[in-house]
């Protein structure tokens, strides 16, 4: 039996949040990629009425701000054109990394950022992005709009904080000079695989010392999350051999990654290790 629930294609903003706020439940709509995997409800809670807000523009395009402080990306925006921006490749190419490892070519057509957020998925390939990045997601309602740092955004297993009546409008990176970004993601083929392991670190490499260290993780654990623990230890560490293996020692034992189908907790937690450590080694040059 088709399964076709009633669906509304606001003409703006305002029309989308009065629609949000009705009580009736419903569920936005952007490039599908998701949300058609779950029309059915055989894998999740079907929506009951859909908000396509495919054409809202407003939230596509990407934009360096005029302080040259701020890149900010619209929650409409693709994987093609994330990957294919010249701003994301010059300021944020390990962003553009990421969308280049999503699905293949035609997710990448469709599929959007703002989807990746929301849908929440521990396995989200942009989101230990956005934690490394210390980025912000912006939401807008009907009450107004409000930002979120990214660490505090994904709050239990394809939980969010954003409220029901809201939507994703964007996303706010802060562009910090002299801080490298480095993205890895290891699955099963290079193509159509949802990670087993999506590492992001960031640093600012200072008089060879570790600096602003951020570790973050997809797949290992129940949200995307950062790996505190290891970035205190690698936080005013000198870039050495022996920082780095302290530092692969500590992730293996802080990340709590689970069996699945798609890999084992063990080959998790080593491969976890062992991505980390190649990271640094290849920052220190020992
Ligand atoms: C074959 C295949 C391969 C894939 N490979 C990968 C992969 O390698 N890595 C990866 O991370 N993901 C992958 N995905 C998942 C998916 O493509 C991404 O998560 C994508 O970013 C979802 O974006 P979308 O625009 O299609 O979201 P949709 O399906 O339209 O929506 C997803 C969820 O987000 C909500 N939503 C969307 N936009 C907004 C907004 N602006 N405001 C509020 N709520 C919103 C929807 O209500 C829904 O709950 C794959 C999916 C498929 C089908």
Redesign the pocket.
């Known amino acids: 039996m088709p399964i076709e629930p009633p669906v509304s294609t606001p003409r703006d903003l305002s029309e989308a949040y009065a629609l949000l706020s009705d009580g009736a439940g419903w569920?936005?709509?952007?490039?599908?990629?998701?949300?058609?995997?779950?029309i059915t409800g055989e894998l999740s809670e079907p929506?009951e009425h859909v908000l396509d807000?495919w054409r809202l523009d407003q939230?596509r395009g990407i934009s360096v701000g005029h302080d040259g402080a701020t890149l900010t990306i619209g929650?409409?925006t693709t994987?093609t054109e994330i990957r294919r921006s010249s701003a994301v490749r010059e300021h944020l190419p390990a962003l553009a990394e990421a969308a280049a490892?999503?699905?293949?070519a035609q997710?990448q057509n469709?599929?959007?950022?703002?989807?990746?957020?929301?849908?929440a998925?521990p396995?989200?390939?942009?989101l230990p992005v956005l934690l490394a990045a210390d980025a912000a997601i912006v939401l807008g309602s009907a009450r107004g709009e409000r930002t979120i740092a990214a660490a505090g955004f994904w709050t239990g297993y394809r939980e969010t904080a954003?409220s029901a009546d809201?939507?994703?409008?964007g996303v706010e990176f802060p562009l910090q000079s002299g801080r490298t970004l480095r993205f890895r993601k290891v699955?099963t083929r290079r193509a159509?695989?949802?990670?087993k392991v999506v590492m992001a670190l960031a640093y600012r490499a200072d008089g060879g010392v570790w600096r602003d260290v951020r570790v973050a993780l997809g797949s290992v654990a129940a949200t995307p999350v950062r790996a505190r623990e290891t970035e205190g230890v690698l936080e005013g560490a000198a870039a050495r051999k022996s920082s780095a293996d302290h530092a692969a020692a500590t992730i293996v034992r802080e990340i709590t990654p689970i069996d699945d189908v798609r890999s084992t907790a063990a080959y998790r937690r080593a491969v976890t290790g062992r991505i980390l450590h190649r990271m640094l080694r290849e920052e220190g040059g020992w």
């Open positions: 569920r936005p709509i952007a490039g599908g990629t998701d949300l058609m995997v779950q929506p807000i939230l929650a409409l994987y490892t999503i699905g293949a997710i469709r599929g959007t950022i703002g989807g990746n957020i929301v849908n998925s396995a989200g390939d942009t954003r809201e939507l994703v409008l699955g159509q695989a949802i990670s």
